[in-house]
């Protein structure tokens, strides 16, 4: 069964820095990895998705990898903005034509003016 | 505008009710999900549907159940025989082309 770890579970850093959020995956077997963002009591927002033939996917100031043979992918965030404090879920959707996704229980990250 | 809505937002249920939250989107997509969020949790799969008429039971389906009698419409019941019914529930739905999921709002079900 495919178990998806996220850590830390929660990260502060102040505005202006470049982070790096992990996910990590027991079975490398996967369709596609997604990255999503979820404020407080909000539905998810996708914010990357990574085929499995892909290594990383790039939109505005995030950057997406996946290395499968390690079962790891990465998630990072350049020069943080208070706006990007949120939750960071990862989801793997295994690689049958089931289509079922196993979620991370997500980083909480605070960016501090 | 394409999107996936739920309703109702808040839902509150007394003891021994049955309670059905809606999910609806008109992205044309063939694939539904049903997830609960916990606090503090990430989402399990409670049921989900890869066409109309057919769906398969996620993770934890006992106390639930759900119809696909349309593409656009996929409800999940939440039964007197779920034990601890109150949390966080997302709808989602996955293209086509890059077999992508999107997301609902959320109904968050409370338990008197």
């Known amino acids: 069964k495919q178990e998806v770890t996220q850590i830390p579970a929660a990260l502060s850093v102040p505005e202006g820095e470049n982070l790096v959020l992990n996910c990590s995956f027991t079975d490398s077997a996967i369709y596609n990895l997604q990255w999503f963002r979820q404020d407080p009591g909000k539905g998810l927002t996708s914010l990357l998705l990574?085929?499995?033939?892909?290594r990383e996917q790039t939109s505005g100031r995030l950057n997406a990898s996946l290395d499968k043979s390690s079962g790891r992918s990465t998630l990072y965030i350049a020069a943080s903005q208070p706006g990007d404090s949120a939750t960071y879920l990862c989801?793997?959707?295994?690689?049958?034509?089931?289509?079922?996704?196993?979620f991370g229980d997500g980083t909480t990250l605070t960016v501090k003016p | 505008d394409g999107g996936i809505t739920q309703s109702p937002k808040y839902l509150f249920r007394k003891e021994g009710q049955n309670v059905t939250l809606s999910c609806e989107q008109n992205?044309?997509?063939?694939?539904m999900y049903w997830y609960r969020q916990d606090p503090g949790q990430g989402l399990r799969l409670i049921y989900y549907?890869?066409?109309?008429?057919?769906?398969q039971k996620g993770d934890i389906a006992e106390g639930y159940s759900v119809s696909r009698e349309k593409k656009e419409s996929f409800p999940l019941t939440v039964t007197s025989a779920q034990k601890n019914p109150t949390a966080f529930y997302l709808c989602?739905?996955?293209?086509?082309?890059?077999?992508?999921?999107?997301f609902g709002p959320g109904t968050r079900l409370t338990v008197l």
């Open positions: 989801a793997v959707r295994e690689g049958t034509n089931a289509g079922k996704s196993t």
């Open positions: 989602a739905s996955r293209g086509h082309i890059y077999n992508e999921q999107f």
């Open positions: 549907s890869q066409i109309v008429n057919d769906f």
């Open positions: 992205l044309n997509h063939d694939a």
């Open positions: 990574i085929q499995s033939s892909q």
